[in-house]
C-alpha cells in the first residue's frame, strides 16, 4: 500500500494542515470541535458505514496530533478537553506516542490460511496429503482448514494447483517488525508497549486509517509565536520529499516563512558521527568487542538492546546525528530553540529521552511540515529560493545516510583512509525482521569483526513513517544529492573539528 496516495494520505494532510491553521490563528480553541465536519463535509459517508464514525475518527486524530491522549468510548469528554493546557510552547510527548483508534480499527482476522472460492474440490487434494496437522478436510466438495489445527506453514499454499488457498495478516501486524501488535476483547488490533519501539511501521501500514502518532505541531507554532528563536535542524532525506519543485534552497525559504529563524543540514552532523563510529570500529573491533553496531536509527538501536541485551555494549555510543547537530546549533545560540524535521516517528521518541531534551526541543515529520506549509498556503512553484548556503557543508557520505546501506557505507569509507591495510566487513539490514535476522547471526558468532548496520525501516530512513515520497523516489532523490556533494569522504568535512565541542 505504501507508495500509492490514497484517501488516507488526504485525511492525514487534512489533519495536520487544520492543527497548524488552528494554531497560528489562536483564539478560542473550542472551535476544533468544528474541525471534522470541515475535513469530513455532507451528510453522505464516502469510506465508512455513516458519516458520524468518519467524524468521530477525524476527531481523534486532531487530539492525537495537538499531543492530546484518545478519549475512551465509554466517557463524555469534548474533542477541545485538554487543548488549552496543550497550548504552550515547550511540551513532550506523553506517551504512549503511537496509538489505535479502537473504533476506527477493522478487527481484520490475525494470521490464518484460508481456502478461497478457486478451491476446484480436486480429486488429487494435495493440500490435504502435504498437511502436516490433518487440518483440512472437504466439505461439500471443497477443502475446508481447521483454524485450531493450522500452524499456518503454508505447504498446503504452494502445493494447490489451482492457487485457491492464501494466507492473510493484519497490515499492521504484518509490518511490526517487534510483533507488537496484538488483539483487545473485540478483536481489535491493540499494541503491546513493552514489545514496541514506535518505528511507526504500523500506523502506515494500515488501510484503515486507524493508527497515528502524536505531533508537537501545536506546540512549536507556539514557541514561534511566543517569539521564541527556533532553528530548524532538517533531515538528509528531506530532498525532493515536496515535489519537483521544491530544491534544497526553497525548502529553506519556506521553513523561514513559517516563523522558524534558520535551518540546518543535519548531513554535517551525520559526517561527525561517520567519524566518531569510525575510530571507535577501530579501537574497539575485536580486541574489546566482537563486532560494532550503528546507532543512528533509535527503532533498530531499542530493538537491539531489547531482544538482544547482551549486545547493548556493542551499540555505537556515537552521538546520533540529530543529536549531534542540535549541539552545535545550541553551542552557537544556547538560547535557541531546536526542532528536527524529519522522515521519522521514532526520532519523537528518542528526543523525549531525558537525555536529550535540552538538544531537541521539537520533533517534525515530512508529513506534518507539509501541513504548515499548507496552513501558510506556501506555494514551492512561487517561492524564491533562499540564498544561505546551508545544503552545501555536508559530504556525500553524510547525505547518505537516508538511505539503506548508507550509514555502514559512510563509515566503511572512512575507514578505508585511516587505516586502508585493514580488511573491513560490513552487513546491513533494513526493516526490523531483517535486522533481528542480522542479530541472529551475530548471536551464532557469524557476525564477529563486522560493522553492522541497522535500519527500523524497508528502505532506510526515506521510507519513513513520516515520508510524503514513496521510498524509491527518495532513495533516488538522496542517492542523486549524494553524488553532487563537492567531498565525499566525511573526513573532509570543513567541520569536523567540532566533534569535541558537542561530545563536551
Avoid at 468510548?73 to 478537553?81: R, T, Y
Avoid at 505447504?155 to 497490515?171: L, T, V
Avoid at 563486532?291 to 547493548?312: E, N
Avoid at 536529550?356 to 511540515?369: A, C, I, N, Y
Wanted: charge should be neutral; aromatic fraction near 6%; include cysteine.
Amino acid at each position: 500500500m505504501r507508495g500509492i496516495h490514497t484517501f488516507v494520505n488526504d485525511i492525514r494532510r487534512s489533519v495536520f494542515t487544520e492543527i497548524a491553521r488552528l494554531a497560528y490563528e489562536g483564539g478560542d480553541y473550542s472551535r476544533i470541535a468544528a474541525l471534522p465536519y470541515k475535513i469530513i463535509p455532507g451528510e453522505v459517508a464516502e469510506h465508512r458505514e455513516n458519516i458520524f464514525l468518519e467524524r468521530a475518527i477525524v476527531s481523534e486524530r486532531l487530539r492525537l496530533a495537538i499531543g492530546l491522549p484518545i478519549r475512551p468510548v465509554s466517557e463524555h469528554a469534548p474533542v477541545s478537553d485538554g487543548i488549552t493546557e496543550s497550548a504552550v510552547a515547550t511540551k513532550y510527548y506523553d506517551p504512549p506516542l503511537v496509538n489505535i483508534i479502537p473504533f476506527a480499527c477493522n478487527a481484520c482476522p490475525p494470521k490464518q490460511v484460508r481456502v478461497t472460492d478457486a478451491c476446484q474440490g480436486c480429486l488429487a487434494h494435495p493440500c490435504q496429503e502435504i498437511c502436516p496437522k490433518g487440518a483440512i478436510r472437504t466439505v461439500k466438495g471443497k477443502s475446508v482448514i481447521d483454524q485450531e489445527k493450522c500452524i499456518k506453514c503454508g505447504r498446503c499454499i504452494e502445493h494447490c494447483p489451482y492457487n485457491a488457498i492464501i494466507k492473510i495478516e493484519r497490515p499492521c501486524a504484518a509490518a511490526c517488525g517487534m510483533d507488537a501488535i496484538e488483539s483487545d476483547e473485540l478483536g481489535r488490533a491493540k499494541i503491546n508497549y513493552d514489545k514496541c519501539v514506535s518505528c511507526g511501521m504500523c500506523l502506515v501500514n494500515c488501510p484503515f486509517s486507524a493508527i497515528a502518532d502524536k505531533s508537537q505541531i501545536f506546540q512549536l507554532i507556539h514557541a514561534i509565536k511566543a517569539g521564541d528563536e527556533i532553528i530548524a535542524a532538517v533531515a538528509p532525506a528531506v530532498v525532493g520529499q515536496f515535489g519537483p519543485d521544491a530544491t534544497p534552497a526553497k525548502i529553506v525559504a519556506a521553513i523561514k516563512k513559517l516563523g522558524i529563524s534558520a535551518v540546518w543540514d543535519v548531513s554535517i552532523g551525520a559526517d561527525l558521527c561517520t567519524i566518531e563510529e569510525a575510530h571507535d570500529f577501530l579501537d574497539k573491533v575485536p580486541e574489546q568487542q566482537p563486532f560494532m553496531a550503528t546507532s543512528c536509527c533509535p527503532s533498530w538501536s531499542v530493538m537491539a538492546k531489547k531482544l538482544f541485551p547482551q549486545f547493548a555494549p556493542y551499540i555505537s555510543m556515537a552521538l546520533t546525528p540529530m543529536v549531534i547537530t542540535a549541539r552545535m546549533i545550541k553551542k552557537e545560540r544556547p538560547n535557541a530553540k531546536v526542532v528536527f524535521v524529519g522522515p521519522c516517528a521514532a526520532k519523537k521518541l528518542e528526543a523525549s529521552r531525558r537525555s536529550v531534551r535540552s538538544d531537541v526541543d521539537f520533533v517534525l515529520t515530512f508529513e506534518e511540515l507539509q501541513g504548515m506549509f499548507d496552513a501558510k498556503e506556501i506555494n514551492f512553484k512561487e517561492i524564491e529560493p533562499d540564498t544561505d548556503p546551508v545544503f552545501d557543508t555536508a559530504t556525500g557520505a553524510g547525505r547518505g545516510f537516508a538511505v539503506s546501506g548508507g550509514v555502514a557505507g559512510a563509515v566503511a569509507h572512512a575507514i578505508s583512509e585511516l587505516a586502508p591495510d585493514r580488511e573491513l566487513l560490513v552487513d546491513y539490514a533494513d526493516g526490523l525482521r531483517e535486522c533481528r535476522k542480522m542479530l541472529m547471526l551475530a548471536k551464532a558468532g557469524k557476525r564477529n569483526g563486522y560493522l553492522l548496520e541497522g535500519m527500523g525501516c524497508p528502505g532506510g530512513c526515506v521510507a519513513g513513517a513520516g515520508t510524503i515520497q514513496p521510498a524509491f523516489k527518495g532513495a533516488s532523490n538522496v542517492n542523486r544529492f549524494q553524488q553532487e556533494a563537492r567531498e565525499q569522504n566525511s573526513l573532509r568535512s570543513p567541520l569536523a573539528d567540532r566533534l569535541h565541542d558537542v561530545e563536551e
